[in-house]
């Protein structure tokens, strides 16, 4: 792939970045002092960009760069930098839609492909915090507004015709990012290929199995289907609790560099299969074998506030803003109609369970199976402990669930299945 640079692109470094940003005055008026006096540290940890914090005697900014390839990789995979102008789209338009729980842009720099943001101060990201067994209490309420008002609000529920068509026109372009989905979580984990990895021998049998699995991978591969051609709403496109930011009092959702206008369900089947897979995690982090057993109860919990309360947002705004061009209001302005749409609105609901629960399960299997793991797993250093946590959410991932309660209820039967080696 090639990769187009603008001549001044020029990836930043600690040493470099205060003379850059030293341009602009609002983030001279925001740090203070002159740049020479600024204080930078590189704390990038994913897998695509570098990630600075910036601070002066005034204040402090974030600062996200794409860089040219996949940093987790290298620059033998490379990636645009236009991703950074996606992201910067997608803040812009969350901002609208869920204020207060996304970071406020400072400063856009479409060359650098470079974005200035809120220094969040003292968040974490959400999945150290979860590594550690800290509860959220609050969490669960933003993220479910935070998905329930974007997803609403970019759909043909709440909009136009024309203006939803021009939203996936303004995100049409994202496609190497949406190759990456494409390819890490819906082909790859199903086949022998370079970048899969699991932890070996004790999932060889499973991983193997489920590459045979013809009925899995007719599954797996209508949800591709559905993610490559289901223009519902503008989706985050990578929201696991590695983009969240949180304190016990404010929470606030990051990185939407994978945004496009695609199915509602792969945003919400992401949350939960990342909260599962922290829940399996469990058995490498505690002292003692139930030390956590009550933060597993708050993570599974956590599962079902999060769609619960995501459901009833999205029905209650689609009852009280549902103007757009998808259900005419005046094919429903009798009583008798009305009764109808209800009907219509819980159909449309589970339908977008059930595809909640599908993303989820592919989530779950490509971060066991495939490239890019999970350090909730990853960071359980004895491999039996690990494979034992990760077998156990992969036989819980492919199930067709009638309720968000029976999928916690199946973690929790699958929790208790026998740990691989002697030592759990
Ligand atoms: C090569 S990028 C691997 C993964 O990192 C991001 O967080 C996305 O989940 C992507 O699939
Ligand atoms: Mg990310």
């Known amino acids: 792939m090639k990769i187009d640079v603008p001549d001044v692109y020029v990836s930043q470094t600690p040493e470099s970045l205060p003379a850059l940003l030293g341009?602009?005055?609002?983030?001279?008026?925001?740090?203070g002092g002159t740049p020479d006096t600024w204080t930078v540290e590189e704390v990038g940890d994913g897998n695509l960009n570098l990630v600075f914090k910036v601070r002066g005697p005034a204040g402090g900014i974030a600062v996200k760069q794409a860089l040219p390839y996949v940093r987790l990789v290298g620059e033998s995979w490379p990636l645009p930098l236009t991703r950074a102008h996606f992201e910067?789209?997608?803040?812009?338009?969350?901002?609208?839609?869920?204020?207060g729980l996304t970071p406020a842009v400072v400063h856009y720099d479409a060359d650098m492909a470079l974005i200035a943001m809120e220094l969040l101060e003292p968040h974490i990201i959400m999945r150290h915090g979860m590594i550690d067994g800290i509860v959220y209490p609050l969490f669960t309420a933003a993220l479910s507004t935070l998905a329930a008002s974007t997803l609403?609000?970019?759909?043909?529920?709440?909009?136009?015709?024309?203006?939803k068509k021009a939203l996936v026109a303004d995100f049409a372009g994202n496609t190497a990012l949406c190759?990456?989905?494409?390819?890490?979580?819906?082909?790859?984990?199903?086949?022998?290929?370079?970048?899969?990895?699991?932890?070996?021998?004790?999932?060889?049998?499973?991983?193997?199995?489920?590459?045979?699995?013809?009925?899995?991978?007719?599954?797996?591969?209508?949800?591709?289907?559905?993610?490559?051609?289901?223009?519902?709403?503008?989706?985050?496109?990578d929201l696991h609790t590695g983009s969240i930011m949180v304190t016990q009092t404010d929470t606030r959702i990051i990185d939407p560099e994978f945004s496009f206008v695609g199915p509602m369900g792969f945003d919400?089947?992401?949350?939960?299969?990342?909260?599962?897979?922290?829940y399996f995690s469990q058995i490498g982090h505690e002292s003692i074998p139930g030390a956590r057993d009550s933060y597993r109860d708050w993570v599974l919990g956590s599962i079902e506030e999060f769609w619960n309360g995501f459901r009833s947002r999205f029905l209650a705004l689609w009852r009280h803003e549902g103007r757009g061009d998808a259900y005419p209001a005046v094919?429903?302005?009798?009583?008798?109609?009305?009764?109808?749409?209800?009907?219509?609105?819980?159909?449309?609901?589970?339908?977008?369970?059930?595809?909640?629960?599908?993303?989820?399960?592919?989530?779950?299997?490509r971060r066991i199976l495939g490239l890019a793991h999970n350090i909730d797993l990853e960071n359980i250093a004895d491999a039996d402990v690990r494979a034992t946590a990760e077998a156990r959410a992969l036989m819980t991932s492919p199930g067709h669930y009638g309720s968000i309660e029976?999928?916690?209820?199946a973690a929790r039967q699958w929790n208790a299945i026998e740990p691989f080696g002697a030592k759990v």
């Open 23 to 31: 341009s602009v005055a609002v983030i001279r008026d925001l740090l």
């Open 88 to 99: 910067h789209l997608a803040l812009v338009r969350q901002a609208r839609h869920a204020p």
């Open 152 to 163: 609403f609000h970019t759909s043909d529920l709440a909009m136009a015709a024309g203006d």
């Open 179 to 237: 190759a990456i989905t494409e390819n890490l979580i819906f082909t790859e984990p199903y086949m022998v290929a370079d970048n899969n990895r699991w932890t070996s021998p004790q999932l060889d049998g499973l991983a193997a199995s489920m590459r045979a699995d013809g009925d899995l991978k007719v599954a797996v591969l209508r949800l591709k289907v559905k993610f490559m051609s289901s223009a519902e709403a503008m989706i985050h496109g």
């Open 268 to 278: 919400t089947g992401a949350m939960i299969a990342n909260l599962l897979l922290n």
């Open 331 to 365: 094919l429903f302005d009798d009583p008798v109609a009305r009764i109808r749409l209800v009907r219509e609105q819980e159909r449309y609901m589970a339908g977008l369970f059930r595809d909640t629960l599908g993303f989820a399960a592919a989530k779950m299997i």
């Open 406 to 409: 029976a999928v916690t209820a």
